[in-house]
């Protein structure tokens, strides 16, 4: 049955489809997709529930705020420029974290797409 999937022709048009389907499958809340109520939400992290950061990031995440708010700032609310920092100091651990990965111009990508032409033309 597989070899019979690789052999079948995908359109751009239905190409263009399953990727809006799968776009739209990711913007999905997570609570839609695993099914939780409201009643069964997790409370909100507050900041105090956030693991410190160390003065470097402390210092990147500012500055990531301060130039979001430079471009966008005007555009925003109060909550919505609240909202930004939160955001933004929330992710400093996972950058971090990436940042420690080693990696070198050697390592081949995670993934590669391979177009093949149709046989027939």
Request: proline letters at 6%.
């Given at each position: 049955m597989t070899l019979?999937?690789?052999?079948?022709?995908?359109?751009?048009?239905?190409?263009?489809?399953?990727?809006?389907?799968?776009?739209?499958?990711?913007?999905?809340?997570p609570t839609?997709?695993?099914?939780?109520t409201e009643q069964t939400k997790p409370?909100?992290?507050s900041?105090?529930?956030?693991p410190p950061l160390t003065p470097e990031?402390?210092?990147?995440?500012?500055?990531?705020?301060?130039?979001?708010?430079?471009?966008?700032?005007s555009r925003m609310t109060d909550a919505e420029k609240a909202d930004v920092r939160r955001q933004v100091r929330?992710?400093?651990k996972s950058f971090t974290e990436l940042r420690a990965?080693?990696?070198?111009?050697a390592?081949?990508?995670?993934?590669?797409?391979n177009i093949r032409p149709r046989s027939g033309k």
């Open positions: 019979n999937l690789l052999r079948t022709r995908v359109s751009r048009r239905k190409f263009a489809q399953a990727a809006t389907a799968a776009a739209a499958g990711a913007l999905i809340a839609v997709a695993i099914g939780q409370a909100a992290s900041p105090t529930q956030q990031e402390d210092a990147e995440a500012n500055a990531r705020v301060e130039a979001i708010l430079r471009k966008y700032g929330e992710g400093q990965f080693p990696l070198t111009n390592d081949p990508p995670a993934t590669v797409l």
